[in-house]
């Protein structure tokens, strides 16, 4: 078993084209053993947005805090926290914070989405 306090986790910036205001931890992934899935924190600052993208993994989401938006080309929700959101392989989707405190939430995808060198952490 692998134990951890988010805070012990270090924060990486998203730097991906149409991403602002948001950063995230690697909670766990392939670096730390998991075999399948990998589970992330972002967090996404008042005004922030990560822009419509795509990429050929599902991944699932749970909001911890804050309200926002997720959105595809054809649909916008509303989210608040509590709720959980499913996105499909290859949907084009995103995310954006309408509120004035942190959009945060956990991102679970299966660690063929983890991109990161062996040696990154």
């Not at 910036?13 to 899935?37: C, D, H, I, Y």
């Not at 989401?61 to 959101?85: K, M, N, Y």
């Amino acid at each position: 078993m692998i134990h951890r306090r988010t805070e012990d986790v270090p924060y990486v910036k998203v730097a991906m084209e149409g991403v602002e205001g948001t950063s995230m931890q690697w909670l766990f992934s392939r670096l730390e053993g998991a075999p399948n899935f990998s589970m992330r924190r972002f967090i996404i600052s008042p005004g922030g947005r990560i822009g419509l993208h795509a990429h050929p993994w599902e991944h699932e989401i749970l909001i911890l805090s804050g309200r926002g938006e997720a959105f595809t080309p054809d649909q916008r929700a509303s989210v608040g926290p509590g709720e959980a959101i499913y996105i499909p392989s290859d949907e084009p989707h995103g995310y954006e914070n309408v509120s004035d405190e942190d959009l945060v939430f956990l991102c679970m995808i299966p660690n063929s989405g983890d991109t990161r060198p062996p040696s990154d952490g």
